[in-house]
């Protein structure tokens, strides 16, 4: 369909060239910048990096209170070593030579559902199960009818429980301590941590084993008493990695090395195809 004059006009029109683009994060000019209203020139020496991350996604700068919390969750996930995907994929992209950025960029991509993800996935389990207990039911009866509709509905995987290396996640007890300290305090309030602690008494005796709350499930419980929506948790974990992502990519440089692979050399995979054999003679 052809362009009409108005058309036209309307797309040379500099009002329209301006609301390409429409942000209340920062407004700028020749001099001036200013982050939700706040100019740079004072947020610089008196705001901490935690305190405008939190600035940034929320639109105001938190309390003291907030500040600390959300600094505990991000300083706990920042590192999982080698054997983390992630990081691992740092330090290959740099033995291939790669740049910080580009080890940077590979590892974030695989921060996804499995591997990274379950924090966005603990927080929308919560907020589920803190509905059915304002709905009426007990706390108990809240965690049991959240569970099974979570695994009836998404995945039989409780999202922050369990841990394939750790049988306790030492940084999950730390970072329940600091939230229900903040609950006695009035600064939170507290219905997170203990829908968290009820998940991991049910799911114990459910499965008659240990399945402790781990490092995404932990840190669900500060970004859900925080108030910050479930996708945000999984951006907050990719924030808080890529420090680590950042370490290993640096170390790595540093060492050296070229073309490393995820397994040493002369280790080799198990082959389960055919044994050999020879291709057949074939027409012309």
């Known amino acids: 369909m052809p362009l009409t004059n108005d058309d036209t006009a309307q797309q040379l029109d500099p009002r329209h060239a301006q609301q390409w683009w429409h942000t209340d994060i920062i407004d700028m000019k020749p001099g001036e910048i200013r982050y939700r209203g706040y ?63 580009n080890a940077m960029a590979s590892a974030v991509n695989v921060l ?14 919560y907020q589920r199960i803190l509905q059915l207990k304002k709905d009426g039911r007990s706390l108990e009866t809240a965690v049991r009818d959240g569970i099974a509709e979570w695994q009836q509905s998404r995945t039989r995987i409780i999202p922050g ?39 991991e008494r049910q799911l114990i005796a459910m499965k008659d084993k240990p399945i402790p709350l781990n490092i995404d499930g932990a840190t669900a419980v500060i970004y859900a008493e925080l108030g910050f929506p479930a996708p945000l948790a999984r951006g907050l974990f990719c924030l808080s990695r890529s420090v680590g992502i950042l370490s290993h990519a640096w170390e790595q440089q540093c060492q050296g090395g070229r073309n490393k692979g995820p397994m040493p050399k002369g280790w080799l995979w198990p082959y389960g195809g055919p044994e050999k054999r020879s291709v057949p003679e074939r027409g012309a």
């Open 112 to 125: 996804d559902d499995v591997h990274g993800g379950a924090g966005e996935q603990a927080v929308e389990l």
């Open 39 to 101: 100019p740079i020139e004072e947020l610089i020496g008196q705001v901490s990096f935690v305190d405008m991350v939190w600035l940034m996604t929320r639109g105001e700068l938190p309390s003291r209170a907030e500040s600390t919390l959300l600094e505990a969750a991000l300083v706990s996930a920042v590192d999982h070593g080698p054997q983390a995907p992630s990081i691992a994929i740092a330090r290959m992209t740099m033995t291939c030579g790669g740049s910080l950025n």
């Open 161 to 199: 429980f369990g841990h394939r290396f750790h049988p306790l996640d030492p940084r999950a007890p730390r970072l329940l301590g600091l939230v229900e300290d903040a609950a006695a305090r009035g600064e939170v309030a507290g219905h997170f941590v203990a829908i968290a602690r009820e998940i």
